[in-house]
């Protein structure tokens, strides 16, 4: 299997005691996210760090939301737990989906890649953009449910059901391991 994990907002201001949109299910998924990471890196599958970035204090984005992620360098964000690795990607974006106005397609595309596997936060924003996106691309889109989180339980519920429903799978690690394990 050709797959694509994409750890999406997996930095301080969302996973982090100190940091500006912590809240307590995030954190509650770290461990797994690490467990995913670990996982793919096994099986010699492609790795994205995602990680959201905002370029002056204009973005549009700041109509609706406090302003954040205006950083010099990913690693002012990077969660010290996750070590990037030289053969991994690191992808900056400015919006909820890691597919709008970057270059991940084509840097999927390029490695073959015909699946992605979201881990990260929110689930209702920016996982549930990305897996949109995804999937209106072309790739087959798995969601770890376990490793992926929201502040707000409903919302959280009801993206990984349309996720299920309409644009991909909603797995937990263990079934992911074994689908790669068995591929």
Same mark, same amino acid.
């Given at each position: 299997m050709n797959s694509a994990l994409l750890l999406i907002d997996v930095m301080?201001?969302?996973y982090h005691e100190e940091g500006q949109f912590y809240y307590e299910e &995030? %954190?509650?998924t770290l461990s797994l996210i690490l467990k995913a990471l670990q996982v793919? %890196?096994?099986y010699k599958q492609t790795v994205v760090h995602v990680f959201e970035k905002h370029? &002056?204090?204009h973005d549009s984005e700041f109509e609706k939301l406090p302003v954040h992620a205006l950083y010099k360098d990913v690693n002012d964000v990077r969660l010290p737990e996750i070590e !990037?690795?030289?053969d991994e990607i690191v992808l900056l974006k400015r919006r909820y989906s890691a597919f709008f106005h970057?270059? #991940?397609? #084509?840097t999927l595309r390029e490695r073959d890649v015909k699946s992605v596997f979201l881990v990260g936060c929110k689930t209702n924003v920016c996982v549930r953009a990305t897996a949109q996106d995804a999937f209106e691309l072309g790739y087959r889109v798995y969601v770890i449910s376990d490793a992926v989180s929201s502040n707000r339980k409903h919302l959280h519920e009801a993206s990984l059901e349309d !996720?299920? %429903?309409y644009m991909g799978a909603v797995l937990q690690l263990n079934q992911v391991e074994e689908l790669l394990k068995n591929a």
């Amino acid at each position: 299997m050709n797959s694509a994990l994409l750890l999406i907002d997996v930095m301080k201001d969302f996973y982090h005691e100190e940091g500006q949109f912590y809240y307590e299910e &995030s %954190r509650q998924t770290l461990s797994l996210i690490l467990k995913a990471l670990q996982v793919f %890196r096994k099986y010699k599958q492609t790795v994205v760090h995602v990680f959201e970035k905002h370029t &002056s204090v204009h973005d549009s984005e700041f109509e609706k939301l406090p302003v954040h992620a205006l950083y010099k360098d990913v690693n002012d964000v990077r969660l010290p737990e996750i070590e !990037i690795e030289k053969d991994e990607i690191v992808l900056l974006k400015r919006r909820y989906s890691a597919f709008f106005h970057t270059d #991940l397609d #084509l840097t999927l595309r390029e490695r073959d890649v015909k699946s992605v596997f979201l881990v990260g936060c929110k689930t209702n924003v920016c996982v549930r953009a990305t897996a949109q996106d995804a999937f209106e691309l072309g790739y087959r889109v798995y969601v770890i449910s376990d490793a992926v989180s929201s502040n707000r339980k409903h919302l959280h519920e009801a993206s990984l059901e349309d !996720i299920q %429903r309409y644009m991909g799978a909603v797995l937990q690690l263990n079934q992911v391991e074994e689908l790669l394990k068995n591929a």
